[in-house]
Nanobody, 126 residues
Framework: QVQLVESGGGLVQAGGSLRLSCAAS????????MGWFRQAPGKEREFVAG????????YDVDFVKGRFTISRDNAKNTVFLQMNSLKPEDTAVYYC???????????????????WGQGTQVTVSS
């Protein structure tokens, strides 16, 4: 079993920054792609960013390019999402997720991820 625990969410003004963390226990994440997703009220959950098992490849979606950066520290079994220049439309619950296969490929597909954290709320005021 893997447990993923997100932290770092909160209330911030537009233009501000937050750094989300996702700490894992129960299994090392070092061989797995990790992803960040978010779900805004009344909307479907959507992919935000992903990172390869060794951190060599990252992928993020257009609406966060240049603002969000995903990274990982395998020694600490933790994945991060640095969020800068936040906008009110970034308001959502943010989830981290572990890819189901070791050495997998970064993907936006939710079905490729088998363990999810409980989420952390990010609220951006205008």
């Amino acid at each position: 079993q893997v447990q993923l625990v997100e932290s770092g969410g909160g209330l911030v003004q537009a233009g501000g920054s937050l750094r989300l963390s996702c700490a894992a226990s129960g299994r090392t994440l070092s061989l797995y792609v990790m992803g960040w997703f978010r779900q805004a009220p009344g909307k479907e959950r959507e992919f935000v960013a992903g990172i390869s098992w060794n951190g060599g490849t990252t992928y993020d979606v257009d609406f966060v390019k240049g603002r969000f950066t995903i990274s990982r520290d395998n020694a600490k079994n933790t994945v991060f999402l640095q969020m800068n220049s936040l906008k009110p439309e970034d308001t959502a619950v943010y989830y981290c997720a572990k890819h189901r296969n070791p050495l997998g490929i970064v993907t936006e597909q939710e079905a490729s991820y088998d363990y999810w954290g409980q989420g952390t709320q990010v609220t951006v005021s205008s």
